[in-house]
């Protein structure tokens, strides 16, 4: 029996003004001055929404989101107040960035897959030749995108950026800056358990003329993991890695003849495989967070987020 997932919500909160469905979350603006952000139990990948949800997959979303937002605090304010229901987090309205900042340390995924293809500059940044698949790069790179409502993200170097307007030569530094501080801090903890992090996206904010860290950080929606032991030993012999990520869901979907272009049509997902998802989810949050994952009671879960959400903006 596989548990509820919750796939959309439509709530009324009290002075909400709007209510955005991204990919994952669904974003409540509660009178300009909150938002509350509901991580549903959907999952995308190709920048496609796939049709089925994956039990507990968004509380270990938010409860991942929110361990590493409060340990980065002291190197970048961030947008959170407070973690109401195992699926929500209420912060600060921010004014959006409209680009993500992606940094890899690692050439694989959609990176190697364009190397592969006789590509050497990622987003303006070169990568050096002869190189192999799952091999760490001298330094981390940062590759930005354009943050798309819906479809796909586009790579964008950082020069555009600035020259389109996009975000002002002094807030990029500082986005930058952040960028790599933050990574630092993720890799470190991530090692502590045995993982490496691979890469994985930040989303910067404004409000009051200050920057924030907004959105979620660290999780297997935003990052990718290898397992630290055996790493070496497979990249000497070209093996696969054992990883942590959503790119199992990907290389499924690529087997069953599908990568988000026009005409496929997404592959059947088995209650079997939708099982194995949600296992792997929870397997990342036991592991980065070395902690036991308690699955919340997966009965009534609108009602139960409302009843919380409500009860904190009062």
Known sequence: MIPEAITRTEFRFPKQKSVYHGKVRDVYNIDDQYLVMVATDRISAFDV?????????????????????????????????????????????????????????????????????????????????????????PEPIITPTTKADEGHDEDISKEEII???????????AMEK???LLFERGTQIAKEKGLILVDTKYEFGKADGKIYLIDEIHTPDSSRYFYADGYEEKFKNGLPQRQLSKEFVR???????????????????????????SERYIELYEQITGEEFQRADTGN????IEKNVLASLK
């Open 49 to 137: 929404v796939l049709p089925r949800g994956i039990p507990y997959k968004g509380q270990v979303l938010n409860q991942i989101a929110a361990k590493f937002l409060d340990a980065t605090t002291d190197i970048v304010p961030n947008w959170k107040m407070a973690t109401p229901d195992p699926m929500v987090t209420v912060g600060r309205f921010c004014e959006t960035f409209p680009v993500e900042m992606i940094i890899r340390s690692y050439l694989t995924g959609s990176s190697w897959r364009s190397y592969k293809k006789g590509k050497r500059t990622i987003c303006g940044v070169p990568i050096p030749d002869n190189m192999k698949e799952h091999q760490q790069f």
């Open 163 to 173: 020259r389109q307007g996009l975000v002002s030569a002094e807030d990029y530094a």
């Open 178 to 180: 952040y960028t790599r």
């Open 251 to 277: 290389e499924w979907l690529m087997d069953n003849g599908f990568q988000g272009r026009t005409g496929q049509t997404v592959p059947l997902m088995s209650d079997e495989f939708v099982g194995h998802v």
């Open 301 to 304: 879960i609108l009602q139960r």
